[in-house]
Nanobody, 119 residues
């Protein structure tokens, strides 16, 4: 298991940008993938984007044009750059790590960071 700590959430106006960060504790096991999820008010948690260990990225169809997932391996940090934010992007954003199959606990979640988009 790894510890994940999100940061960077804030109140922002529509059309604005934010960059979320997720600090990842070191682990003796390799990370298979890292993802951002979000939970909007009254809705279920949904996948925003994933980056695999090889660097391949996937996005929710509706978000790819505005969001970008990346990682800095040297800093053990995952990022989510969000541009042209909309009111409907409001929610709690979580990062998730999946460790390789050798890990006794493969899935870890952070506690989330609040993003509020409002005029």
């Amino acid at each position: 298991q790894v510890q994940l700590v999100e940061s960077g959430g804030a109140l922002v106006s529509p059309g604005g940008s934010l960059r979320l960060s997720c600090a990842i504790s070191r682990s003796p096991f390799a990370v298979s993938s890292l993802s951002w999820f979000r939970q909007r008010p009254g809705m279920q948690r949904e996948l925003v984007a994933t980056i695999a260990s090889a660097g391949f990225t996937t996005y929710a169809d509706s978000l790819e044009a505005r969001f970008k997932i990346s990682q800095d391996i040297t800093k053990n940090t995952l990022y989510l750059q969000m541009n042209n934010l909309k009111v409907e992007d409001t929610g709690v954003y979580y990062c998730k790590a999946i460790l390789d199959s050798a890990a006794p606990i493969r899935e870890s979640w952070g506690r989330g960071t609040q993003v509020t988009v409002s005029a």
